[in-house]
């Protein structure tokens, strides 16, 4: 199946944005530099949501130290494998079409929505 021009546009658009961003958080900490967004629900209620670090964790991945990383966000971690595949059984959809249904069962957000809340209690009953 051929891609339309129009599509292509689309995805080397996501492909120059994703290289920006990984750039930006390659050359500049997000610890020392201002620019970067706080997380508004830290600053409001002092805890911690699931994504508080990620920035951080994206910057030590992108420097190869995972275990600061890790730190940081150990959901993003663990999340970047899960994503990848999701992004790949969409991707392949036409041609691997079990892969594809097997990864997009109902089950799937499901559980990754209970981690994700399990890991926002945990990280704050527990201080991570």
């Known amino acids: 199946m051929a891609f339309s021009t129009k599509r ?3 995805w ?3 492909v120059v944005i994703g290289l920006v961003g990984v750039l930006v958080y390659y050359l500049y900490n997000p610890s020392n530099i201002q620019f970067f967004p706080k997380c508004p629900f830290f600053l409001l209620t002092g805890l911690k949501c699931p994504g508080c670090g990620s ?3 994206i910057h030590c991945l992108l420097h190869l130290e995972f275990v600061p990383a890790f730190r940081y966000n150990a959901l993003l971690v663990f999340s970047i494998p899960v994503v990848s595949l999701l992004l ?4 392949l959809k036409e041609r691997y079409p079990v892969f594809h249904n097997y990864m997009n ?7 990754y ?3 994700v809340l399990a890991w926002w209690i945990l990280r704050n009953l527990l201080d991570f």
């Open 8 to 10: 292509w546009w689309k």
């Open 12 to 14: 080397i658009a996501l």
């Open 55 to 57: 920035q951080r964790a």
């Open 88 to 91: 790949l059984s969409s991707a």
């Open 105 to 111: 069962k109902p089950c799937v957000p499901i559980t």
């Open 113 to 115: 929505l209970v981690v």
